[in-house]
């Protein structure tokens, strides 16, 4: 295998934000995310305390949202989930940026409302990855093309403290021409564009339709570092089985795993 087992777990945060999910699927997840040796959980703010009790001592961080998942929220709201989320044992923070703000070209209140943030967490101890949206950005804004508005996103985000930025949050559904509502989440165009626009120290992560392995062993190809995943267990029970054919000598060829402008 390209990968070791281990560091493919470790770049997935497992996603708990679905609107519906029971206290019950909840603590299910956080005990999948224990039994496969991920990276974090990704979860609400109310949830943090009881993700923190379940997963302590298994090596998983638990990872909380914030503004999510349109990011609307004021910024001494976003300030202070975080400083909530940390001391119930947020080790992670996922922020939405105000997106309105950012389109308008309000560069200086987007920095201001990321900063608080990372200054919130980081002086708990916590690590920020900041969520663009790019669903949204596809036209561009504030007189920049699409691709110009994400490097400009990308250079305020590290200037403001990010560790990551993010794509999106899973829940950027756009209007399409037929009434109905969709998103592409993490294109390889954007993880290449991401990942050369900002420097070694704020890396990159993918949230939004990789489902499979091929998909996973794919961005991180790209230079990613962190990808939020439903499909966790799917993805590395692959992981198994393939790595077992190679050891029976039964090698099994992965599919191409290309990805179009259209998404994973």
Known sequence: ?????????KMIDHSLLHP???DQELEDGCRL??????ASVCIKPYAVRRAAELLMGSGVFVGAVIGFPHGNACTESKRYE?????????????MVINIGKALSGDWEYVAR?????????????AKVKVIFENDYLAKGGAGLSSDDFKRKLCELCERAGADWVKT????GFVKQADGSYNYK????????LMHASVSPKVQVKAAGGVRDLDGLIRVRDLGVSRC?????AAMLDEYRRREAAEKAGQGVAAAPGAIGAGGY
Do not use: F, W
């Open 168 to 171: 999106s949050s899973g829940y």
């Open 82 to 94: 975080t400083e909530l989320a940390c001391r119930d044992g947020a080790a992670e923070i996922d």
């Open 20 to 22: 519906t999910m029971t």
């Open 185 to 192: 989440g993490a294109t390889e165009h954007d993880l290449a």
């Open 1 to 9: 295998m390209k990968y070791t087992y281990e560091q493919l777990a």
């Open 33 to 38: 995310a224990a039994q496969y040796g991920v």
């Open 228 to 232: 939020g995943a439903t499909a966790t």
């Open 113 to 125: 409302d990321v900063k608080a943030v990372c200054d919130e967490a980081h002086q708990r101890g």
